[in-house]
């Protein structure tokens, strides 16, 4: 073992964090992981890296790795309940919230984060009950108040939902997404025929703005600066878009014609049927392949979006 070598190479990752060179500090962390393997902190280091990759099931491997070697260690339970969500292992992620509350009661980001993930189960009355507990103990967490609202706006309970809307505006005032669910719940409210709004359903992502839209607790040892963070997704997600739109483009289009050629003229001078058959079937796992890439590009900018701190 070389403590030595292994500081150093975890001090090269920090800074590489702090350069947000991901791919560096994944190396390092690596690095010093093959040098010792039960190193909580290492793995924590790991996770976050990972996590800003957006390699979700690698994050939380990790993450789990820091709760084995680290049992009493709230925060990882807590990021790791944060991961699980994002990958809708919905009843995994309740386990590791739970514990991360229980070991530490005041983890205001362990109630809101229980708060997303029984929404996206259609559990609105625990989901009521926790985002309650993150504002008993956050009184100014204008996310909580919004996300409370729109699930009272869901159970129909009208009045309940204009005075979260309200309580939110008061943290944040002019807010446009509270703004709107106050407006809409209260033309609801009042027999009107509301403003449509746009409300995902249950586990489902929604990149489009409406008063819905739930919004998360930011952890700086996971997200670090957002506003670089959303600057440089929104560069990814353009980048992705262009490649999707050129696999469509140059391959899908293409083996399409050629195959429906096959098919209509069977006798005419066209390729064999296998081959278009073939290279319909390569054409159609790039665009599924491009398609989830530019999928998880978008869901990382929703992600960040929607865990702009608040003012």
């Known amino acids: ?163 979260n809307y309200e309580e939110s505006l008061k943290i944040r005032p002019n807010w446009e997404k509270a703004l709107e669910g106050r407006d809409h719940a209260q033309a609801l409210l009042s027999g009107d025929r509301p403003v449509p709004v746009s409300v995902p359903a249950k586990g489902q992502p929604n990149a489009r703005r409406s008063n819905a839209v739930e919004e998360k607790t930011v952890d700086p040892n996971i997200h670090g600066d957002l506003l670089s963070s959303l600057h440089t997704g929104a560069e990814a997600a353009e980048e992705l878009g262009r490649r999707f739109q050129k696999v469509l483009g140059d391959e899908m289009e293409g083996a399409i014609k050629e195959l429906s050629s096959c098919l209509l003229y069977a006798n005419g001078p066209t390729t064999e049927l296998g081959s278009c058959v073939s290279r319909f079937e390569q054409a159609l796992e790039h665009i599924l392949a491009a398609q989830k890439t530019l999928e998880m590009g978008v869901t990382h900018i929703e992600h960040l979006n929607q865990h702009f701190p608040s003012h």
């Not at 990790?62 to 809708?88: C, K, M, S, W």
């Not at 509350?101 to 205001?108: F, H």
Request: with cysteine; charged share 25%; net charge positive.
């Open 1 to 163: 073992m070389e403590p030595g070598k292994i500081e150093r190479l975890c001090l090269t990752a920090r800074q590489a964090i702090a350069d947000r060179d991901w791919d560096k500090a994944k190396q390092a962390y690596l690095m010093a992981l093959g040098l010792r393997s039960d190193a909580p902190d290492i793995h924590m280091g790991l996770a976050t890296v990972y996590f800003q990759l957006r390699e979700l099931t690698s994050a939380a491997h990790h993450f789990r790795e820091v709760t084995r070697l680290d049992p009493l260690r709230a925060g990882a339970y807590i990021n790791l309940g944060a991961v699980l969500n994002l990958l809708q292992e919905l009843e995994d992620a309740v386990a590791a919230l739970r514990r991360g509350i229980q070991l530490d009661p005041q983890r205001v980001e362990g109630y809101y984060n229980l708060g997303l993930v029984y929404r996206r189960k259609g559990q609105l009355d625990l989901a009521l009950q926790a985002y309650r507990e993150a504002i008993r103990l956050n009184p100014r967490m204008a996310d909580a108040y919004l996300n409370l609202a729109n699930l009272y706006v869901e159970k129909k309970q009208y009045r309940q939902a204009i005075q």
